[in-house]
């Protein structure tokens, strides 16, 4: 089955770095990727939408500047925190479908961010 | 705007009942349907995945039925055990666009 890779699974970074999360395909092209956040006991927040060689779709209220996605391949996307501060501590996932309307959605094991 | 609503919110039964976890959605032009597993601080990881053209799937104790035209789907698992412990959300992909709706998801305890 379709499997994507997700680095690292947890993360801790002083206030003001910036952090890089990559979403890696497997075993398949991924023409869209998915960005979402988790709060502890929440379900999934949309950050964002890359398709492979074009600009993120952004959700409203994300800031573009401080989640860079870049999806620059058919098999990798990274999202990018800069210059992190303790409240963007949260659970990451990504997630990747094949193109098709009638394929499902695969996701990555999720990173674990934490900013002190 | 498609919505979907799934009942109970949560769930604490006895090992070895039989359970249905529900799932609704308002708009009934979707492409599929997926079940997922969330276990806590893990990724999601996919159970079912059924097609608008299809009324059920089936993976081992876990039956998936949907009826696109009344907007539901149900999750059966037979037999539960204490790993079967986890959130359950299910996800619709609309018709004419590829970001899923998510339910807010089913946590079930399953106790020995």
């Known amino acids: 089955g379709a499997v994507v890779s997700q680095h690292p699974s947890r993360v801790i970074c002083k206030s003001g770095t910036s952090v890089k999360i990559e979403c890696r395909s497997l075993?398949?092209?991924?023409?869209?990727m998915f960005w979402y956040r988790q709060f502890p006991k929440q379900s999934l927040m949309l950050m964002a939408t890359?398709?492979?060689?074009?600009?993120?779709?952004?959700e409203q209220g994300v800031e573009k500047d401080k989640f860079l996605i870049n999806h620059a391949s058919l098999t990798l996307s990274t999202l990018t925190v800069t210059s992190a501060h303790p409240e963007d501590s949260s659970f990451y996932i990504c997630?990747?479908?094949?193109?098709?309307?009638?394929?499902?959605?695969?996701f990555g094991s999720g990173t674990r961010l934490t900013v002190v | 705007k498609q919505e979907v609503t799934q009942i109970p919110a949560a769930l604490s039964v006895p090992e070895g009942e039989n359970l249905v976890l529900n799932c609704s959605f308002t708009?009934?032009?979707?492409?599929?349907l997926q079940w997922f597993r969330q276990d806590p601080g893990k990724g999601l990881t996919s159970l079912l995945l059924?097609?608008?053209?299809?009324r059920e799937q089936t993976s081992g104790r876990l039956n998936a039925s949907l009826d696109k035209s009344s907007g539901r789907s149900t999750l059966y698992i037979a037999a539960s055990q204490p790993g079967d412990s986890a959130t359950y959300l299910c996800?619709?992909?609309?018709?004419?666009?590829?970001?899923?709706?998510f339910g807010r998801g089913t946590s079930l305890i399953v106790h020995p």
């Open positions: 075993d398949f092209q991924a023409t869209t």
């Open positions: 708009d009934s032009a979707i492409y599929n």
């Open positions: 890359s398709n492979e060689g074009s600009k993120a779709t952004y």
């Open positions: 997630s990747a479908r094949e193109q098709g309307a009638y394929y499902g959605y695969t």
């Open positions: 996800a619709v992909k609309p018709g004419g666009s590829y970001i899923p709706t």
């Open positions: 059924i097609q608008s053209s299809q």
